[in-house]
Structures are given as structure tokens and as C-alpha cells.
Nanobody, 136 residues
Framework: QLQVVESGGGWVQPGGSLNLSCVGS????????IGWFRQAPGKEREGLAC?????????????YYADSVAGRFTISRDNSKNTVYLQMNNLKPAHTATYYC????????????????????????WGQGTQVTVGS
């Protein structure tokens, strides 16, 4: 059974950093598109950073970042640990939310491009989320 589990959330002061982890089980994360999403209270879930499967020929490992996090957040893989990370720097109170990881098989009809999948923020196997609170 395909599962992802997020960890690494917590409380951090403004300007601080956190590194979130998404561990996959029941599948090899290297061959799936993996994304990080967040949902703040009263708001829709939004895609932040997504990385393409390493088995996608010319676009293998390509990434998409939302404008709001580009240059501040970095998504990366550690295939030896079947894990995808989200390094978040210079965090602000507006970043307070529940952060989710999702995995999507790129060979399914629900997946077209990494950007489209990331922006849709609704297809794939989802974790339970990890809370990030940025406050003074």
C-alpha cells in the first residue's frame, strides 16, 4: 500500500528555518512525482514545491516552485532513504499552516506536467500533514 509520512514541523521564530521530510513506503519515491503542499486555516490547499519522477527522460527530476516560495524553499530527494525533503528558509508568520506531502505516479491520467499537478493540489496519495507555526 502506497503511503507517505511527513515530519519535521514545529514552532519556529520569524526568519528561522525548518527541514520537512516525506518518507515513502510501499513504493519507490524515485519513480514518482512528489510534492509539498500547505493549507492554512480557512484557505485552500496550495502547491508549494514539486519534483518530477527520475524516470521521465528529458524532464526527469525537474522541479516546480510556487512564486511565493521560489528562492526561499528547496525540494530535494534522498533516494537511498526513499525520502523527499523541503528546506524552508526565512520563514514568516504567513507560512503558518499544515504542510502535506503527496506522491503521484506519473504514468496515470491524473498527471500531465509537474507544474499542472502541483498547482491542482488534489491528486495522489497524501500524508496526514505536519504543522508548521511561525511566531514571535
Amino acid at each position: 500500500q502506497l503511503q507517505v509520512v511527513e515530519s519535521g514541523g514545529g514552532w519556529v521564530q520569524p526568519g528561522g528555518s525548518l527541514n520537512l521530510s516525506c518518507v515513502g513506503s510501499g513504493f519507490v519515491t524515485e519513480y514518482y512525482a512528489i510534492g509539498w503542499f500547505r493549507q492554512a486555516p480557512g484557505k485552500e490547499r496550495e502547491g508549494l514545491a514539486c519534483i518530477n519522477s527520475m524516470d521521465m527522460s528529458s524532464v526527469a527530476g525537474s522541479t516546480y516552485y510556487a512564486d511565493s516560495v521560489a528562492g526561499r524553499f528547496t525540494i530535494s530527494r534522498d533516494n537511498s532513504k526513499n525520502t523527499v525533503y523541503l528546506q524552508m528558509n526565512n520563514l514568516k508568520p504567513a507560512h503558518t499552516a499544515t504542510y502535506y506531502c503527496a506522491a503521484q505516479a506519473p504514468w496515470t491520467l491524473e498527471f500531465t506536467t509537474i507544474q499542472t499537478w502541483c498547482l491542482a493540489a488534489n491528486h495522489g496519495a497524501w500524508g496526514q500533514g505536519t504543522q508548521v507555526t511561525v511566531g514571535s
